[in-house]
C-alpha cells in the first residue's frame, strides 16, 4: 500500500469495514504466516532465497529426505537463518498485534518459525509448523539446546550429538511431509472455532492443514480478514481482504 492507496476511499472504506468486522470484545485470532515478518527483513518462503542460499529451494531443504541426504549441510541452512532472524526485529505489524492485547485477548497462530511475535510481546502464540529455535534430537526427540548460531553462513556444519543417544540436534520445525505438533495444532483450532473475529495476516494459504483454519472460523459464522498486498489461496472465507504491507496496515486497522 503506498501512501496514494491508503487516501482512496475504496482503502478507506475498506479499511472501515475490516474495522467493523474485527470490532468486540471477543477473543481476536491472528493467523499469520510469511508476510507478516517481511517487513522486518525475513524473506518470504517463496521467495528468492538471497546470498549463499540462492542456489537452494527451500522446499528442497525443508525436508526428511534432505536431512538424511545431506545432514550437514540442512544443518547450516537452519543455523544460518536462526542468525539472520536473531539480527531482525519485530515490525509495527508485530507491535500492533501485542497491542492489540492491551484492550482484549488476542491469540496468535502462526505458520512462522521465527521468534518476532514473542519478541514483540504477544504473550500466546501457538506455532503450527515449530520454531527454529527448538532443536530436539533427530532420533529420541530429547529437547537439545545448541547455543546461539555462528555469525557466519557456512556450507556444512556438524549438529552437536544428543546426551541421551547417538543422535544428533535437528531444527525443532515441521518438513514438508511431517505431521504438526498435536499440542498447537489442537490449540489453533479450538482458537478460531470459539474466537470473535480472525486476522489473516501474510499467508499465500496453499499448505494444508494450516490453509485451513479460516474456512473454519468463516463456516462457524466468525467475520475473517484478510491482510496481504498479494492474492493468496484464501477466497470464500474471507469478509475482507486489505491489499497492503502488514506493517503499514495492522496499527491503524488494530487500534482500539
Ligand atoms: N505484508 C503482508 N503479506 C505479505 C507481505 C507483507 N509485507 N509481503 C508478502 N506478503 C504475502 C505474500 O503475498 C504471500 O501471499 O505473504 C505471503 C507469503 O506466502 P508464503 O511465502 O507462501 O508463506 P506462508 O504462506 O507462510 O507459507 C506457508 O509453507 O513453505 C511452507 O512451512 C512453510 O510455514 C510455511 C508455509
Known amino acids: 500500500m503506498t501512501s496514494g492507496e491508503a487516501e482512496t476511499p475504496g482503502f478507506r472504506e475498506q479499511m472501515s469495514k475490516a474495522r467493523q468486522a474485527l470490532s468486540g470484545h471477543g477473543p481476536l485470532v491472528v493467523l499469520s504466516g510469511a508476510g507478516m515478518s517481511a517487513e522486518?527483513?525475513?524473506?518470504?518462503?517463496?521467495?528468492?532465497?538471497?546470498?549463499l542460499w540462492e542456489r537452494y529451494d527451500p522446499t528442497d531443504l525443508a525436508t526428511p529426505e534432505a536431512w538424511r541426504r545431506d545432514r550437514d549441510m540442512v544443518w547450516a541452512w537452519y543455523r544460518w537463518r536462526e542468525h539472520l532472524i536473531s539480527g531482525a526485529r519485530p515490525n509495527p505489524g508485530h507491535l500492533a498485534v501485542a497491542r492489540a492485547q492491551d484492550h482484549r485477548d488476542v491469540?496468535?497462530?502462526t505458520q512462522n518459525v521465527d521468534d518476532?511475535?514473542?519478541?514483540?510481546?504477544?504473550?500466546?502464540?501457538?506455532?503450527?509448523?515449530?520454531?527454529?529455535f527448538a532443536h530436539r534430537?533427530?532420533?529420541?526427540?530429547?529437547?537439545?539446546?545448541?547455543?546461539?548460531?555462528?555469525?557466519?553462513p557456512a556450507?556444512?556444519?556438524?549438529?552437536?550429538?544428543?546426551t541421551r543417544c547417538d543422535g544428533r540436534a535437528r531444527p525443532g520445525v515441521v518438513w514438508f511431509g511431517e505431521m504438526l505438533p498435536s499440542a498447537p495444532w489442537e490449540a489453533a483450532v479450538s482458537a478460531v472455532s470459539s474466537a470473535a473475529a480472525v486476522l489473516v495476516v501474510g499467508t499465500s494459504g496453499l499448505v494444508q492443514p494450516a490453509a485451513s483454519l479460516p474456512g473454519v472460523a468463516a463456516d462457524a459464522g466468525i467475520p475473517v480478514v484478510?491482510?496481504?498486498?498479494?492474492?493468496?489461496?484464501?477466497?470464500?472465507?474471507?469478509?475482507?481482504?486489505?491489499?497492503?504491507?502488514?506493517g503499514q496496515v495492522?496499527?491503524?486497522?488494530?487500534?482500539p
Open 40 to 51: 522486518s527483513g525475513v524473506p518470504t518462503f517463496r521467495d528468492a532465497q538471497t546470498g
Open 107 to 109: 491469540v496468535v497462530v
Open 116 to 132: 518476532l511475535h514473542e519478541r514483540a510481546g504477544s504473550t500466546l502464540v501457538h506455532h503450527v509448523h515449530g520454531s527454529l
Open 137 to 152: 534430537c533427530d532420533t529420541c526427540g530429547t529437547p537439545m539446546d545448541a547455543g546461539p548460531p555462528p555469525p557466519e
Open 155 to 162: 556450507d556444512s556444519l556438524t549438529p552437536p550429538t544428543c
Open 226 to 246: 484478510e491482510v496481504n498486498p498479494g492474492a493468496s489461496g484464501l477466497g470464500r472465507e474471507v469478509s475482507v481482504h486489505l491489499r497492503a504491507p502488514a
Open 250 to 255: 495492522l496499527p491503524g486497522l488494530l487500534a
